[in-house]
């Protein structure tokens, strides 16, 4: 058994060279990672495969080395949005099966280049791929049913898949390798029936299926938050995204995950302003009385929003809060550091260990999955493991 109360190391405490201090990275810790995977999947089955969902770059971190880490520590499937999404992953070296939920019609050839398997959601997009595996000639080509059951997103009706079923039943071209579907509001309790009665819809599409089929895929329709909250709909897989990154929708949980990714800045410069005067641009911050200003090189365009200006984002300063002053620039922003102790060149912390990515999401009412994932190209990934740092630019 795994020991879960393993001590993750803090980015904090790692020894840093000289080379990488100095401005804005991301960094990635590949032991939070592991840890927040062995953690998912002590609370699952054993029999229970779990597929580790690193669509958008693994929700904007780095996702060939989060799939390589995750693919050593036994994740048995992997999953994308796009299809380049999954053609990176191969390049990177992944050999466990890798998800496609949102194939187009244009992506059929990175598809199979890349050995992925798609998500067939209408009719449109099955007879569509079946065509292709024909003119290809390939055959038992794994593909995924996606069922719709409240999302409304993507996805085959209940009452049309027997018909679905019944038509890749005598296609030798494809093999069905799960059927699935998503959850509209798993960690909502006012939603707990709704939820119910999607899970229950599932299941019925799932015997369905079965049925024409003449054989069993395997079925999922558990994210994150119903991996905890409904074990009765943990069927033969899991989906984890956001839980693997170190957050849930419950903050008692989020203290048995670490997040992984940290996002760092540095203090370029430090203003005094006098009573009167400005900062920012159009005026957006005027001082009613001295305020000391830190300059840090960080803005909207690496995905520091703007709706964070004007007080309500903030930054960890020597442990301490230093609120957002005016607007924020889309190269920089400036931060209030009247109270705090501190010079040019520090740190900043922006979010991430010691600084939950929720809680500052939901200063401008959204979510951890939005300032993970909005976090630009621009911006340095750094992979910390075992107190090795190695460099991606
Ligand atoms: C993104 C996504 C997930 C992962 O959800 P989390 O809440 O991040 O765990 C699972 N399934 C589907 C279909 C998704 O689109």
């Not at 803005?299 to 004007?310: I, M, P, Q, S, V």
Request: aromatic fraction near 8%; charged fraction near 25%.
């Amino acid at each position: 058994m795994q020991n879960l109360s393993l001590q993750i190391p803090m980015t904090k405490e790692v020894e840093k060279p000289e080379m990488i201090a100095g401005e804005t990275v991301l960094e990635i810790n590949l032991e939070a990672v592991k840890h927040n995977f062995h953690y998912l999947k002590s609370k699952i089955a054993p029999n229970i495969q779990f597929m580790a969902v690193v669509k958008a770059n693994s929700y904007g971190s780095d996702a060939s080395e989060i799939a390589l880490e995750l693919e050593k520590e036994g994740a048995d499937y992997f999953a994308v949005a796009y299809s380049s999404e999954g053609e990176i992953l191969r390049k990177a070296g992944i050999k466990k099966p890798i998800l496609v939920l949102h194939p187009l019609l244009a992506n059929f050839d990175i598809i199979r280049d890349n050995n992925l398997e798609p998500a067939l959601y209408s009719k449109k997009i099955l007879n569509a791929f079946l065509e292709f595996l024909k003119i290809h000639k390939l055959s038992d080509y794994p593909v995924h049913l996606k069922i719709n059951t409240g999302l409304n997103r993507l996805g085959f009706e209940p009452e049309e898949i027997a018909d679905v079923a019944e038509g890749i039943a005598k296609a030798k071209e494809m093999r069905v390798s799960s059927i699935f579907s998503h959850l509209v509001a798993s960690e909502d309790d006012k939603e707990t029936d709704f939820t119910r009665n999607q899970i229950r819809m599932f299941e019925k599409a799932g015997k369905v299926i079965f049925e024409k089929l003449g054989y069993t895929p395997l079925l999922h329709c558990t994210n994150t938050s119903a991996i905890i909250r409904y074990p009765e709909a943990r069927f033969d897989m899991v989906r984890s995204g956001i839980g693997l990154y170190g957050y849930t929708y419950d903050p008692a949980e989020n203290k048995n995950l670490a997040p992984v990714a940290t996002l760092k800045t540095v203090i370029s410069q430090l203003h005094n302003i006098k009573t009167g005067e400005s900062v920012g641009y159009n005026r957006g911050f005027i001082a009613e009385k001295p305020t000391k200003s830190a300059t840090l090189p960080i803005g909207h365009a690496d995905g520091f929003l703007r709706a964070f200006g004007k007080g309500k984002g903030w930054v960890i300063i020597n442990g301490k809060k230093a609120k957002v002053l005016g607007n924020v620039c889309m190269d920089m922003v400036m931060v209030d550091v009247t109270d705090i102790e501190c010079k040019e060149g520090d740190e900043v912390l922006v979010f991430g260990a010691g600084a939950p990515a929720d809680e500052l999401a939901a200063a401008i009412d959204t979510i951890s999955y939005e300032l993970l994932t909005g976090i630009s190209s621009r911006v340095k990934r750094i992979t910390v493991k075992n107190r090795i740092y190695s460099y991606k630019y």
